[in-house]
Nanobody, 115 residues
């Protein structure tokens, strides 16, 4: 059974930090690179960051050193540490496989950056 459960979002002021977590099904996690994606109202979903099974990473251009993606292979969990948050980072954040996301998406976690 596919399982992608995101958590850790919330309301934060500009310049603040959040750490997102995603618990994934063991089989999905173990054989795939994983990514964090986001979707803001009225916009298409976009890749934020991705991490390979060996720990190699990719980031969207807009991240510019502010976010760090990591994975814990023992816990089937992928993390996204977000620092120096901006209002334009406001979106629902999802995790999924990368580069080809599964058809199934979890509920996501809302991140709102506002003063």
């Amino acid at each position: 059974q596919v399982q992608l459960v995101e958590s850790g979002g919330g309301l934060v002021q500009p310049g603040g930090s959040l750490r997102l977590s995603c618990a994934a099904s063991g089989r999905i996690f173990s054989i795939n690179a994983m990514g964090w994606y986001r979707q803001a109202p009225g916009k298409q979903r976009e890749l934020v960051a991705a991490v390979g099974r060996g720990g190699g990473t990719n980031y969207g251009d807009f991240v510019k050193g502010r976010f760090i993606i990591s994975r814990d292979n023992a816990e089937n969990t992928v993390y996204l540490q977000m620092n120096s948050l901006k209002p334009e980072d406001t979106a629902v954040y999802y995790c999924n496989t990368w580069p080809r996301p599964l058809d199934y998406w979890g509920q996501g976690t809302q991140v709102t950056v506002s003063s």
